[in-house]
Nanobody
Framework: QVQFVESGGGLVQPGGSLKLSCSAS????????LGWYRQAPGQYRIVVAT???????EYADSVRGRFAIARDNAEQTVTLEMNNLKPEDTAVYYC????????WGQGTQVTVSS
């Protein structure tokens, strides 16, 4: 079945960096667009970055210029490099297909705080 396993979150000070990783399985990874999503407390889950099967990346306005999404089709992984983190980036981060499909993974918590 479709499965996503996210890792790499943690506590970081404002201005710091983190790199998230997602391992995916159970579907034809190399022909699907993928995305990173986040859900802050009391808010809906939103998409922050997507990458097409050809590697074209798109970003939400709030993270453009600070975040970078990448994919490795051989390893079936998708990463999200996050720089110049802000307190408003605090959320649980998830990966999935774009548009989302199947059960969501556990996510990985990112907390930006001094």
């Amino acid at each position: 079945q479709v499965q996503f396993v996210e890792s790499g979150g943690g506590l970081v000070q404002p201005g710091g960096s983190l790199k998230l990783s997602c391992s995916a399985s159970g579907f034809s990874f190399n022909i699907r667009s993928l995305g990173w999503y986040r859900q802050a407390p009391g808010q809906y889950r939103i998409v922050v970055a997507t990458i097409s099967k050809d590697g074209k990346a798109e970003y939400a306005d709030s993270v453009r210029g600070r975040f970078a999404i990448a994919r490795d089709n051989a390893e079936q992984t998708v990463t999200l490099e996050m720089n110049n983190l802000k307190p408003e980036d605090t959320a649980v981060y998830y990966c999935n297909q774009q548009p989302p499909f199947g059960r969501w993974g556990q996510g990985t918590q990112v907390t930006v705080s001094s």
